[in-house]
């Protein structure tokens, strides 16, 4: 038997790094998807291959996993904690590794897909593969905030806190002319979450009082952005994202080559601004259709390594 999964990576919209830290985000999953698929393996190992690597390792906890390169560990966990023994999981992925899209989370949340379905013999519900998922990113980055993993587990837009839980928020469908466009930018470093997470924390231990300032503003940022997203108001959307770029900017997240980018992408779209943790990584800019080649120019112009323009993809987890 094969079993597969697909999950779409994401898009903080508002509230990164706030998140982390008992604040309130706006998401959204986007239509580039990774896919993972599950087959058993005689032998007993459970090998995996990823454009992050291959690597094989035994079925119980600690066997073969010095062999196993870091990035591939919170793959070996959920192919154990499945159940389904003996196994080979392959998962491949449009994304660049490091890039604030979520592709650790989307990985995951595809890999928990297709294991727990090799491992019952059927679709798993959402909250399964999401909870396999969640715990297998946490093996990684244990101060994680849970938005990505959701984001890619169920689709669409969300408000997302550690105290809510995912809140949907509707979009406009694609037919509708304030259907929005997200044109992502990458720069030319992938980011460690963990790294700009500590940085984030560094700022909010010298600066208690404005911190949480920031966070209230994030917050309610996000929650406005919600609003304007659902009632097609894109500038209204856009304005809360570059406002949201002022805080990170201030947190630390950003650094001279995305401060350029989010100045050009906002120039020509509604609004601009780093997504993800920061420090590397990606910016966005959220266009209406007809503007969206425009940006993508005016981001390449001030050196984006490389840029796409996303839909927001209502369908999270899938069995293909
Ligand atoms: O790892 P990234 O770039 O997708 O960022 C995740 C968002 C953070 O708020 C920085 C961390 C978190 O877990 O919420």
């Known amino acids: 038997m094969r079993a597969?999964?697909?999950?779409?990576?994401?898009?903080?919209?508002?509230?990164?790094?706030?998140?982390?830290d008992g604040g309130t985000a706006l998401a959204c999953a986007i239509d580039a998807r990774v896919s993972a698929e599950a087959r058993p393996r005689a032998g007993g190992t459970v090998r995996i291959e990823s454009r992050m690597g291959a690597a094989e390792a035994g079925t119980a906890p600690g066997d073969g996993d010095g062999a196993v390169p870091p990035?591939?560990?919170?793959?070996?966990?959920?192919?154990?904690?499945?159940?389904?023994?003996?196994?080979?999981?392959?998962?491949?992925?449009?994304?660049?590794?490091?890039?604030?899209?979520?592709?650790?989370?989307?990985?995951?949340?595809?890999?928990?897909?297709?294991?727990?379905?090799?491992?019952?013999?059927?679709?798993?519900?959402?909250?399964?593969?999401?909870?396999?998922?969640?715990?297998?990113?946490?093996?990684?980055?244990?101060?994680?905030?849970?938005?990505?993993?959701?984001?890619?587990?169920?689709?669409?837009?969300?408000?997302?806190?550690?105290?809510?839980?995912?809140?949907?928020?509707?979009?406009?469908?694609?037919?509708?002319?304030?259907?929005?466009?997200?044109?992502?930018?990458?720069?030319?470093?992938?980011?460690?979450?963990?790294?700009?997470?500590?940085r984030a924390g560094r700022f909010r231990d010298a600066n208690p009082s404005e911190y949480s300032e920031m966070r209230s503003s994030a917050g309610k940022l996000a929650s406005a952005g919600a609003h304007a997203l659902a009632s097609g108001d894109l500038a209204w959307l856009g304005w809360c994202m570059s406002e949201n770029q002022?805080?990170?900017?201030?947190?630390?997240?950003?650094?001279?080559?995305?401060?350029?980018?989010?100045?050009?992408?906002?120039?020509?779209?509604?609004?601009?601004?780093i997504t993800g943790a920061g420090g590397g990584g990606c910016a966005v800019a959220l266009a209406d259709r007809g503007r969206a080649p425009r940006t993508a120019r005016a981001f390449l112009k001030a050196g984006a390594r490389r840029c796409f323009t996303a839909r927001i993809d209502r369908e999270g987890l899938e069995f293909p």
């Open 4 to 20: 597969r999964a697909t999950a779409p990576a994401k898009v903080i919209l508002l509230g990164e790094h706030f998140v982390a």
């Open 246 to 273: 002022a805080l990170l900017a201030r947190l630390g997240a950003s650094n001279a080559e995305l401060d350029a980018l989010a100045e050009a992408g906002g120039g020509l779209s509604h609004g601009a601004k």
């Open 71 to 198: 990035a591939l560990r919170p793959l070996l966990f959920a192919a154990r904690e499945s159940g389904a023994g003996g196994l080979e999981l392959t998962v491949e992925s449009p994304l660049t590794p490091g890039m604030g899209l979520g592709s650790s989370s989307a990985c995951c949340v595809a890999a928990a897909g297709a294991l727990l379905r090799l491992a019952r013999g059927s679709e798993p519900p959402i909250k399964d593969a999401l909870d396999l998922a969640s715990r297998a990113e946490r093996t990684a980055f244990p101060g994680a905030s849970g938005v990505d993993a959701a984001a890619c587990a169920h689709g669409g837009a969300m408000l997302y806190s550690a105290a809510t839980g995912r809140r949907p928020v509707g979009a406009p469908g694609d037919g509708d002319p304030c259907s929005p466009r997200l044109v992502v930018a990458e720069s030319s470093r992938a980011h460690s979450t963990a790294e700009a997470v500590a």
